[in-house]
């Protein structure tokens, strides 16, 4: 089989029309239309079918655009053993979250090599990891914190990215409050608590620290975007946790935690065994060359 001709099935499983294929790749419809049809010829089964006006991959299409990914895969390894001096070549898959995307990876881009595209999704770590798993991604950039661990995957290998302290952000006529994080949050116990709406993981945090002092947090909000959390903090809605380093704003108070510090933790994630292909191993060296870069942005939430 044609290696190139798999490039364009598999590009046409992912971007889902013959355009949007023609538009990424720089070559004609009917190009990607020959060439996907000589590539049904190879194989000896139909690839495509219609689909109102527009064309879908059979199901033998799919199948074959699935071992696309592994033999695209091999064949990029192949190629770099046998000739090391070549310049990396292909397309990485990314799924990561908003700040990972804004200050870790957008800022390696202009650093790859012509050949090397990302194809890039926002993705909280459950939907990431997902991806990854169905190697529908190649590359998952996550996050946990220190005081909720997200557990181990045994397909997966991960390396650290950065870390950044999380405080707690309450309305900035609340009254003072000292001493250790169970002492701060105790000193809420009785407000309503603003959590993530597409993840657990600062929610754990917040019942493990108020467990610890004694309360049941009552989450009574949930939002993604932190400056959305910002402005229900403000309108007297919740409190919540947010990074230590967020912007001071008008009628918002962050109030230091300690003893335990939550700490969020950036991971880059790849499935064992796929770290010799160059296009994804190039990537990860540089991530990891700017490892320190996303702690101090404004956190998971946009």
């Not at 598999?10 to 049809?37: E, P």
């Not at 996550?142 to 181990?152: C, E, R, W």
């Amino acid at each position: 089989m044609d290696v190139r001709r798999l490039e364009l099935l598999l590009a046409l499983s992912r971007l889902g029309s013959m355009r949007a294929v023609s538009d990424v790749l720089g070559v004609t419809t009917s190009t990607v239309s020959q060439q996907i049809a000589a590539l049904a010829h190879e194989v000896g089964t139909p690839l495509l079918e219609p689909d109102g006006r527009r064309v879908r991959l059979t199901p033998a299409g799919r199948r074959l655009a699935d071992h696309a990914v592994h033999i695209l895969a091999a064949h990029e390894a192949a190629r770099a053993d046998l000739d090391p001096s070549a310049d990396p070549a292909g397309t990485v898959r990314v799924a990561a979250f908003h700040t990972a995307i804004r200050d870790t990876l957008l800022p390696v881009v202009p650093q790859l090599p012509p050949a090397v595209r990302v194809a890039i999704q926002e993705q909280e770590p459950p939907e990431a990891i997902a991806l990854l798993e169905r190697d529908q991604v190649d590359l998952a950039v996550t996050y946990d914190y220190n005081l909720a661990p997200a557990p181990q995957h045994a397909a997966l290998q991960a390396a650290p990215l950065w870390e950044n302290t999380w405080s707690l952000a309450v309305p900035s006529r609340s009254r003072r409050t000292s001493g250790t994080a169970v002492d701060v949050i105790a000193a809420f116990a009785d407000s309503d608590w603003i959590v993530n709406s597409r993840h657990t993981a600062d929610e754990r945090v917040v019942r493990t620290i108020a467990a610890l002092a004694g309360f049941e947090p009552r989450v009574t909000q949930r939002a993604d975007s932190l400056h959305l959390v910002e402005e229900m903090i403000t309108a007297g809605l919740g409190v919540a946790l947010m990074p230590a380093t967020y912007p001071r704003a008008t009628g918002l108070s962050l109030r230091r935690l300690r003893d335990p510090e939550p700490r969020m933790r950036a991971h880059v994630l790849t499935r064992r065994g796929r770290g010799g292909w160059a296009p994804l191993a190039l990537l990860v060296d540089l991530l990891s060359a700017s490892r320190h870069a996303g702690a101090a942005g404004s956190g998971h939430r946009q």
